[in-house]
């Protein structure tokens, strides 16, 4: 099975009120998926869009293309940063709940990672966004559990 997977991640404010947004693509079939948080980032917000919409797939062993405007995380793919995130054990990085969650679900699909430029006229990038900035703005935000622990305080000795 061949997907098509275009995922953009939207934050007012870094941090501020997030949303991602998906467009699934098999065949004539397409699927919309997004949700906004109050309180996240931009980066959050882009790779937790690729994360939602691997999730989303049925059936594994899927040859799955996710076109992505952002440098973060195409980069950390194709340059294998994560490899070597994970064995110095995220010292120094950031968001570490979800790289190990997609490395988890990226292991049960082909995926490969295309970099588009944004705001390009990418029709499927463009829907990507608008659904990541239309969820950031809906009332219905979710809580980032994980951002806001960590960035609580709630982890300091003091």
């Known amino acids: 099975m061949d997907i098509t997977v275009y995922t953009d991640g939207a934050c ?5 009120r997030g949303g991602y947004g998906v467009v699934l693509i ?5 699927k919309e998926l997004s949700q906004g948080y109050q309180l996240t980032t931009n980066n959050r917000m882009e790779l937790l869009a690729v994360i939602v919409a691997l ?15 952002s440098k973060y995380v195409v980069d950390t793919i194709q340059k294998d940063w994560l490899g070597s995130w994970i064995n110095k054990k995220f010292k120094g990085k950031k968001n570490k709940d979800l790289w190990l969650r997609y490395k988890k679900i990226s292991e049960k699909h082909n995926v490969k990672f295309v970099w588009v430029k944004g705001h390009a006229d990418i029709p499927g990038n463009e829907l990507a966004d608008r659904l990541a900035v239309e969820a950031s703005n809906k009332n ?5 559990k994980a951002y806001e622990k960590v960035n609580s305080g709630e982890n300091s000795l003091f």
């Open 26 to 30: 098999y065949g004539k079939h397409k």
């Open 55 to 69: 999730e989303a797939l049925k059936k594994p062993n899927c040859n799955v293309t996710i076109y992505s405007d």
């Open 12 to 16: 007012s404010g870094n941090p501020g």
């Open 140 to 144: 219905n935000l979710l809580i980032d």
